[in-house]
């Protein structure tokens, strides 16, 4: 459903699990920063009024799971910690040029959006499946839920706002195959992304 080209390495929940803490504070960040890129795209786009429902729906929805993971970092005996450079969208956003039309910078941040957001329940899927800890599994299950119908939100609006479907799908597609590239050195680090 997803279309990754390459699934995270099983062994990373090994290092995830081992390093909970870490994880957690990783994952608060993650969903301000999903929170932050719906307000960029309402303050970028405001033209397009559907986006900017759906954005506004999304931050608030975001910003709650923001409070949902920093409330079980503390029941947990754990403090939020300092946010760090996520290598993973630092290496994402190298992929697209610079510039072009309003309609082609705006597909480009909706389908790299899209794709960070699809890698989230990709190992979303793999916490709920292999932790332990069954509660902090369900919790991300209910999580991976959220994160699939934001993919594809995403998606559907790139498509949509696209000037040519069938541009936008290769862009996709090769966006997908330079994700897997990137994958290839990442999944030993204790973070979501990474």
């Known amino acids: 459903m997803l279309g990754l ?16 803490e870490e994880i957690l504070v990783d994952h608060a960040y993650c969903e301000q920063k999903a929170a932050s890129t719906a307000i960029s795209l309402i303050v970028s786009f405001p033209e397009y009024s559907d986006l900017v429902n759906a954005m506004t729906a999304l931050a608030r929805e975001e910003m709650g799971h923001f409070k949902m993971v ?3 970092l503390l029941n947990m005996g754990f403090k939020m910690g300092w946010d760090r450079k996520d290598e993973y969208v630092v290496q994402l956003l ?11 910078q705006l597909v480009h ?21 292999e932790l332990k800890d069954k509660d902090l599994a369900k919790f991300y299950r209910d999580l991976m839920i959220s994160e699939a119908n934001h ?13 040519d479907r069938q541009v936008v799908d290769q862009k996709w597609e090769d966006l997908l195959e330079f994700e897997a590239k990137i994958m290839k050195d990442l999944g030993t680090k204790e973070s979501i992304h990474g």
């Open 5 to 20: 080209k390459l699934p995270t390495d099983p062994r990373w929940v090994d290092i995830a699990e081992k390093n909970i």
């Open 151 to 163: 993919y594809t939100m995403f998606l559907k609006f790139a498509r949509q706002y696209g000037e």
């Open 94 to 104: 190298k992929f697209f040029p610079k510039g072009g039309s309003r309609s082609t």
């Open 70 to 72: 920093h409330e079980r």
């Open 109 to 129: 941040r909706l389908l790299i959006a899209g794709l960070i957001e699809a890698r989230s329940c990709e190992r979303f899927r793999l916490l709920s499946e």
